[in-house]
Protein backbone atom coordinates (compact mmCIF):
# COMPACT_ATOMS: atom_id res chain seq x y z
CA UNK A 1 0.00 0.00 0.00
CA UNK A 2 1.22 3.10 -1.20
CA UNK A 3 1.31 5.68 1.52
CA UNK A 4 0.59 9.99 0.77
CA UNK A 5 3.30 11.76 -0.16
CA UNK A 6 3.66 13.03 3.54
CA UNK A 7 3.96 9.93 4.98
CA UNK A 8 6.45 9.00 2.59
CA UNK A 9 8.88 11.86 3.22
CA UNK A 10 8.59 11.02 7.08
CA UNK A 11 9.06 7.50 6.14
CA UNK A 12 12.28 7.86 3.77
CA UNK A 13 14.19 9.31 6.64
CA UNK A 14 14.47 6.07 7.76
CA UNK A 15 16.99 4.82 5.67
CA UNK A 16 16.29 0.99 6.80
CA UNK A 17 12.76 1.17 4.87
CA UNK A 18 13.26 -0.07 1.47
CA UNK A 19 9.96 -0.06 0.53
CA UNK A 20 9.56 3.62 0.69
CA UNK A 21 13.04 4.02 -0.54
CA UNK A 22 12.22 1.81 -3.62
CA UNK A 23 8.85 4.39 -3.60
CA UNK A 24 10.98 7.29 -3.98
CA UNK A 25 13.71 6.36 -6.33
CA UNK A 26 10.85 4.95 -8.72
CA UNK A 27 9.14 8.49 -8.69
CA UNK A 28 11.98 10.85 -8.81
CA UNK A 29 14.66 8.83 -9.70
CA UNK A 30 13.68 9.08 -13.57
CA UNK A 31 12.77 12.57 -13.49
CA UNK A 32 16.29 13.54 -12.21
CA UNK A 33 17.59 11.42 -14.96
CA UNK A 34 15.74 13.07 -17.60
CA UNK A 35 16.51 16.62 -15.96
CA UNK A 36 20.10 15.37 -16.64
CA UNK A 37 19.74 14.56 -19.92
CA UNK A 38 17.75 17.30 -21.46
CA UNK A 39 20.43 19.33 -20.02
CA UNK A 40 23.13 17.94 -22.32
CA UNK A 41 24.38 14.54 -20.07
CA UNK A 42 25.70 11.48 -21.47
CA UNK A 43 23.65 8.07 -19.74
CA UNK A 44 26.02 7.65 -17.33
CA UNK A 45 26.48 10.80 -16.46
CA UNK A 46 22.72 11.66 -16.12
CA UNK A 47 23.14 8.52 -13.81
CA UNK A 48 25.18 10.06 -11.73
CA UNK A 49 22.98 13.17 -11.10
CA UNK A 50 20.34 10.60 -9.82
CA UNK A 51 22.52 8.92 -7.82
CA UNK A 52 24.16 12.27 -6.11
CA UNK A 53 20.41 14.18 -6.49
CA UNK A 54 18.67 10.90 -4.39
CA UNK A 55 22.56 10.62 -1.99
CA UNK A 56 21.92 14.17 -1.13
CA UNK A 57 18.04 14.05 -0.26
CA UNK A 58 19.20 10.84 2.05
CA UNK A 59 21.51 13.21 3.64
CA UNK A 60 20.06 16.22 4.13
CA UNK A 61 15.99 14.61 4.56
CA UNK A 62 16.01 14.17 8.37
CA UNK A 63 16.81 18.18 8.49
CA UNK A 64 13.91 18.69 5.68
CA UNK A 65 9.79 20.08 7.17
CA UNK A 66 7.34 19.30 4.78
CA UNK A 67 5.23 22.10 4.78
CA UNK A 68 2.94 22.36 1.72
CA UNK A 69 2.03 26.39 2.51
CA UNK A 70 6.03 26.89 1.72
CA UNK A 71 6.05 24.89 -0.99
CA UNK A 72 6.29 21.61 -2.92
CA UNK A 73 8.68 19.05 -1.96
CA UNK A 74 9.70 19.03 -5.90
CA UNK A 75 10.71 22.96 -5.57
CA UNK A 76 13.20 21.27 -3.02
CA UNK A 77 14.06 18.05 -5.06
CA UNK A 78 14.92 20.54 -7.93
CA UNK A 79 17.42 22.89 -5.99
CA UNK A 80 19.27 19.81 -4.94
CA UNK A 81 19.52 19.06 -8.70
CA UNK A 82 20.54 22.12 -10.42
CA UNK A 83 23.60 22.41 -7.00
CA UNK A 84 24.26 18.42 -8.27
CA UNK A 85 24.72 19.68 -11.50
CA UNK A 86 26.77 22.75 -10.96
CA UNK A 87 28.70 20.69 -8.73
CA UNK A 88 29.36 18.10 -11.60
CA UNK A 89 30.46 20.78 -13.73
CA UNK A 90 32.99 22.32 -11.29
CA UNK A 91 34.24 18.86 -10.95
CA UNK A 92 34.71 18.18 -14.58
CA UNK A 93 36.66 21.44 -14.92
CA UNK A 94 39.29 20.56 -11.59
CA UNK A 95 39.89 17.36 -13.38
CA UNK A 96 40.36 18.68 -16.81
CA UNK A 97 43.75 19.49 -16.22
CA UNK A 98 45.55 22.48 -18.59
CA UNK A 99 43.82 20.52 -21.41
CA UNK A 100 40.20 21.74 -22.70
CA UNK A 101 37.53 19.40 -21.14
CA UNK A 102 34.51 19.35 -23.89
CA UNK A 103 32.16 17.79 -21.40
CA UNK A 104 33.34 20.85 -18.48
CA UNK A 105 33.13 23.21 -21.56
CA UNK A 106 29.41 22.06 -22.32
CA UNK A 107 28.18 21.47 -18.73
CA UNK A 108 29.35 25.57 -17.99
CA UNK A 109 27.31 26.50 -21.36
CA UNK A 110 23.87 24.89 -20.57
CA UNK A 111 20.96 27.39 -21.11
CA UNK A 112 19.75 28.88 -18.28
CA UNK A 113 16.42 27.09 -16.19
CA UNK A 114 14.13 29.83 -17.05
CA UNK A 115 11.40 27.42 -17.60
CA UNK A 116 12.71 24.43 -15.50
CA UNK A 117 9.88 24.38 -13.28
CA UNK A 118 7.28 24.36 -15.66
CA UNK A 119 8.89 21.63 -17.82
CA UNK A 120 9.87 19.57 -14.33
CA UNK A 121 6.08 19.84 -13.02
CA UNK A 122 5.24 18.60 -16.82
CA UNK A 123 7.81 16.03 -16.91
CA UNK A 124 6.52 15.22 -13.27
CA UNK A 125 2.98 14.78 -14.18
CA UNK A 126 3.86 12.31 -17.18
CA UNK A 127 6.05 9.86 -15.36
CA UNK A 128 4.01 9.73 -12.19
CA UNK A 129 0.58 8.92 -15.10
CA UNK A 130 2.86 6.15 -16.33
CA UNK A 131 4.39 5.06 -13.06
CA UNK A 132 0.36 4.74 -11.70
CA UNK A 133 -0.84 3.29 -14.79
CA UNK A 134 2.05 0.76 -14.89
CA UNK A 135 0.59 -0.71 -11.46
CA UNK A 136 -3.00 -0.42 -12.34
CA UNK A 137 -2.24 -2.19 -15.37
CA UNK A 138 -1.05 -5.45 -13.31
CA UNK A 139 -4.28 -5.38 -11.27
CA UNK A 140 -6.35 -5.39 -14.59
CA UNK A 141 -7.11 -8.03 -17.30
CA UNK A 142 -6.21 -7.27 -20.36
CA UNK A 143 -9.22 -6.13 -22.28
CA UNK A 144 -9.92 -3.76 -19.33
CA UNK A 145 -6.47 -2.39 -20.02
CA UNK A 146 -6.96 -1.83 -23.30
CA UNK A 147 -10.17 -0.60 -22.94
CA UNK A 148 -8.94 2.33 -21.31
CA UNK A 149 -5.73 2.75 -23.40
CA UNK A 150 -7.22 3.11 -26.46
CA UNK A 151 -10.11 5.46 -25.32
CA UNK A 152 -8.66 7.23 -23.28
CA UNK A 153 -4.70 7.20 -24.44
CA UNK A 154 -4.82 6.61 -28.19
CA UNK A 155 -8.08 8.52 -28.41
CA UNK A 156 -10.40 5.55 -30.00
CA UNK A 157 -13.76 5.91 -30.29
CA UNK A 158 -15.43 3.73 -27.55
CA UNK A 159 -18.44 1.88 -30.26
CA UNK A 160 -14.85 1.32 -32.50
CA UNK A 161 -13.15 -0.38 -29.30
CA UNK A 162 -16.23 -2.59 -28.19
CA UNK A 163 -16.39 -4.08 -31.77
CA UNK A 164 -12.44 -4.74 -31.45
CA UNK A 165 -13.06 -6.60 -27.70
CA UNK A 166 -16.15 -7.75 -29.23
CA UNK A 167 -17.81 -6.09 -26.05
CA UNK A 168 -20.72 -3.60 -25.36
CA UNK A 169 -20.08 -0.45 -25.60
CA UNK A 170 -20.95 0.08 -21.73
CA UNK A 171 -18.85 -2.32 -20.32
CA UNK A 172 -15.97 -0.07 -22.55
CA UNK A 173 -16.96 3.49 -20.31
CA UNK A 174 -17.18 1.27 -17.19
CA UNK A 175 -13.15 -0.10 -17.66
CA UNK A 176 -12.30 3.37 -18.91
CA UNK A 177 -13.79 5.12 -15.33
CA UNK A 178 -12.78 1.92 -13.08
CA UNK A 179 -8.96 2.80 -14.16
CA UNK A 180 -9.48 6.38 -14.68
CA UNK A 181 -10.37 6.48 -10.99
CA UNK A 182 -7.65 4.14 -9.91
CA UNK A 183 -4.77 5.89 -11.35
CA UNK A 184 -6.42 8.92 -9.76
CA UNK A 185 -6.28 6.89 -6.45
CA UNK A 186 -2.20 5.84 -6.54
CA UNK A 187 -1.30 9.68 -7.86
CA UNK A 188 -3.21 11.01 -5.08
CA UNK A 189 -1.68 8.45 -2.53
CA UNK A 190 1.85 10.14 -3.14
CA UNK A 191 1.67 13.41 -4.74
CA UNK A 192 1.89 16.17 -2.65
CA UNK A 193 -0.15 18.80 -4.76
Wanted: glycine content about 6%; some cysteine; charged content about 30%.
Amino acid sequence: MLTTRGSLLGRIRDTNDADAWAAFVDIYGPLVYRYGRRKGLQDSDAADLSQAVLTEVARCIDRFSYDPSLGRFRNWLMVIARHQLSSLADKHVRHAGSGDSRVAVELHQLPADDDLEERFESEYREHLFRWAADKVRDEVEESTWLAFWRTSVEGAPPQKVADELEKKVGSIYVAKSRIVLRIRELIASVDDR
